[in-house]
């Protein structure tokens, strides 16, 4: 174990700033252990960390203990339908090493560099196709985890209820320390691309709830416009050409966030500069989304390496997930909501906002998805001049609309709107918490607003 105390390690901003009196890189369960038994030496409350790229203060230990999973990162076993590793390893490593045996990860997700820990334990978008559920963690199939009392215990789907209630628990019944994961051969799909108006987006109504394709949506408020990409299993085997899906990779993760930066600056009458940068967007769209990329597979998308996360992160967002059959009406809102943010503040966001379909999921018990299939939207904007402002009026726009918070990407989330979302699954949630973590040694203050210590 690396006992440095108070080691440093360039933990994204939102860890770094909370200030955790330990930060441990650990490399064993019996080093996870120590950590837990020693509340003296490493005081609590011990905060499990990934890659740390959760937007909110999730992983945040205030005068606590950081405890740093992404040395344990090994690949313990591939057999046939299942993947077993530890869980430091980054999605795009182990895609990686899944594709050279001609396997790939289930789902379809926008992986960014999360660890498998952070993808399992908190929430994620993606755009997954009918059949599919919308969580990474539900092909989760064995988790080894300790317990806050330092015991170390095994759960499989041969108790479904207590895999239900690890997945998305955001380190607060335990530390994970082996997961093993369902795979598949490589399959491919095919992208189609589409673009439409708010409104005749709003009449699509019930076709948007029975969608069997994956969605990703880019919506451009200013320009009126909304780009679809719709993902469907492909009749022929073609797979995507790796050097496409790099290209758009750089193009839509880097390029283009870089070059919305580099406007930003240099034309400062926001009248001229945000013209100029819908165009760009929509340019990028038609070139990169809509021409360059017509069939893929998880696997080619999966290694894409240049969506940088946490502190290197070239933009940031907020996410909250809307009911799908209100989305099409919520989209409409968002737009007239982002031209009065504008008109009032003189704020808006410079990159188009994303959405995803998230296809219901009852796999895990803190599912934004549990209820119903949700649509997510997530702004995002490369300039902080503003931002939080218009973080906080979001917040009461899709509290306002039925949104869902998530606990890793949503900020200003008020307890009131967690509750109502979250209904009789919290309680029951922490009634397990405080159970198994009597003295709330991994409850951080973030997690102390919704689920109250024992
Ligand atoms: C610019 C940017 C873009 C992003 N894009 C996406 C995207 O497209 N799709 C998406 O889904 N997310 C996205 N995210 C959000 C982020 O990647 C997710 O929140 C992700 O789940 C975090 O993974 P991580 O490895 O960084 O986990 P962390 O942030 O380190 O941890 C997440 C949670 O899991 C817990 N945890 C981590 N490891 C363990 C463990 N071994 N045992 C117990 N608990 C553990 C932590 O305590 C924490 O509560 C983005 C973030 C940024 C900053």
Redesign the pocket.
Known sequence: MNTAVARKRSLPSTAANAGPAATIQVTAPSEIYQVLMDAKRYPSPV?????????TR??TANGGTQLD?SAMNRVLKIDGDTVTVQ?GISLPDLAEILSEEGLELIGG??L?N??V???V??A???ASMAGDVGQFASHVTQLKVVSPNGKKFVINDKTKNLLALMRLS??LLG???EVRLRVRPVQGFSVQTAKTSFQDFAKLGSKLLGAKAGVKLYLLPFRDRIYFELRRPATESDTGRKFAWRFKDWAVSSALPEAVRSLGIAVPIRQLRYPLIDSLSEVAQRLVNNALVKSGSNSVEQSGRY?L??SK?R?T?TTWAFPAADFPSVALAYKLFCKEHYLSTGFRCDMPAVGFRLNQDRSALLSPSFDSPMFTLSPLSTQAKGWDDFVLSYADFAAHHRGVPFF??TRNATPETVTQRYGARLPFFNKVRRQLDPHDRLLNQFFQSYFPAT
Do not use: H, K, M, W
């Open positions: 905060r499990p960390t990934g890659s740390g790229s959760s937007t999730c992983i999973l869980p997700f926008d960014a999360r660890t820990g952070g993808a334990c908190a994620g978008l993606e955001y380190g530390v994970v320390y969506r996360l946490g992160s933009f967002y890793n990407q």
